[in-house]
């Protein structure tokens, strides 16, 4: 069964402390991981599209890394502003259309 | 570039009764999504529309139901609520209907059924 698997839940970092957000995947041939950032009551924010393992993607502190069976969102020397949920999905090849799996995310908290 | 928008931003129904959310697409992008998100849970996939058809369903009820428009925007409608039915809902759009195209989201409708 497809599924996406996020870890840890929850992350409480002091401004500056540098930690990284593991996403786990089983999907029967990968067509791209994907990265969001939701804000409360906000909808998803794209951030970053993996593709292939090896690959890497940054954007200010952010930096995504992709394996065959998991990614890491690496956030180094993280603001408040930074805080959010940082989810990650996956498109299953089966059914042929573009639906997402999407992990429960990870709630990020970064205090001054 | 226009992004995704939805609306209305917020709606309280009661049980029973029957409620319509509306979406539009980001500029040229012909493939609409709709997913349910939960308080504390990832979205979940309900339907894909691309071309006016429906092109992918999850696992969600016939009472969900839903349009696309020769505009590409979209509505989602849902009949007898149920109080399981509180979510946000989200929309999201791609340029095209296979695995992989990337998708952006509106900013949801939050949805509360007393």
């Known amino acids: 069964e497809d599924q996406v698997t996020q870890s840890p839940e929850a992350l409480r970092l002091q401004e500056g402390e540098s930690s990284s957000l593991n996403c786990s995947y089983t999907v029967s041939g990968l067509r791209g991981l994907f990265w969001y950032r939701q804000d409360p009551g906000k909808g998803p924010e794209f951030l970053f599209t993996l593709y292939s393992a090896g690959e890497e993607k940054e954007k200010e502190r952010l930096k995504a890394t992709l394996t065959k069976k998991e990614s890491f969102l690496h956030i180094t020397a993280p603001k408040p502003e930074d805080s959010a949920t940082y989810l990650c999905a996956v498109p299953p090849i089966s059914g042929g259309y573009n639906k997402l799996i999407f992990g429960a995310g990870t709630r990020l908290a970064v205090h001054p | 570039e226009t992004g995704v928008t939805q609306s209305p931003t917020h709606l309280i129904k009661t049980r029973g009764q029957q409620v319509t959310l509306r979406c539009s697409s980001q500029?040229?992008?012909?493939?609409v999504s709709w997913y349910q998100q939960a308080l504390g849970q990832g979205p979940q996939f309900i339907f894909q529309?691309?071309?006016?058809?429906?092109?992918g369903r999850g696992n969600f009820p016939p009472r969900f139901s839903g349009l696309q428009f020769p505009n590409y925007s979209s509505e989602l409608n849902v009949n007898a609520l149920e109080l399981d039915d509180s979510a946000l809902y989200l929309c999201?759009?791609?340029?095209?209907?296979?695995?992989?195209?990337?998708?952006?989201f509106g900013p949801g409708t939050r949805l509360t059924v007393l």
């Open positions: 529309y691309y071309r006016e058809e429906e092109n």
């Open positions: 999201a759009s791609s340029l095209g209907r296979e695995p992989g195209n990337e998708q952006f």
């Open positions: 500029s040229g992008h012909n493939t």
